[in-house]
């Protein structure tokens, strides 16, 4: 994630765990369920005695990809359905619960264990996310074949995008090429 803007604590671990692919260039943190459990147990989600497997990981990108798409709301993009749908599924599955912790504070914890649970505290963290303040700041690059979660600390929250000077201005041109190549009105293209 170098020169890109980065959240910390609940926002944070969900822009992490969004990111652990990168679409351009595509490069997959999560390429086996050994990788998948590795980054659950770094992040603290998992005990290291438990392991992952395929559908566990199979479940994770797909619950990755349905934060990606929530996330894509606070930059104007639709929310689909589907992954509203996959989210609810997946705090179901891991059966979150709320429970008081030692300060008094209500919070959402799984009862299951393993890699269920891990996506479940993920899931968790994702609603404590966005009770935060800073939850529409969290945002998908405008540059469709990037779309990685970026924080928007500019001070009126209008970032486009991830980096300006790589998928700005390749956007910027884009665009710059697609109104000079068309034909003008009155012309007739060849």
Partial sequence: MADRE???????LIQAFVNTVDL???????QDPNTLQAWLVANGLMDASHSADEADLKHAIAVREAMRGLIGGNSGVRVYPIDLATLTKAAGESRLRMRFGPDGR??????????VG?????????????QEEGWERL???SSDPCRWVFYDRSKNQ???WCKMASCGNR??????????TSPRRGEVSA
Avoid: W
């Fill in 139 to 141: 945002k998908l690059c």
């Fill in 158 to 160: 209008s970032s486009r």
């Fill in 106 to 115: 209500p919070r959402l914890e799984p009862e299951a264990s393993g890699a």
């Fill in 24 to 30: 351009m260039p595509l490069h997959e943190q999560l």
């Fill in 6 to 12: 980065k959240a910390t604590g609940d926002l944070g």
């Fill in 171 to 180: 956007e910027k041109a884009r665009r710059f090429r697609a109104k000079n």
């Fill in 118 to 130: 891990a996506i479940g505290r993920l899931v968790a963290t994702l609603y404590a996310a966005m």
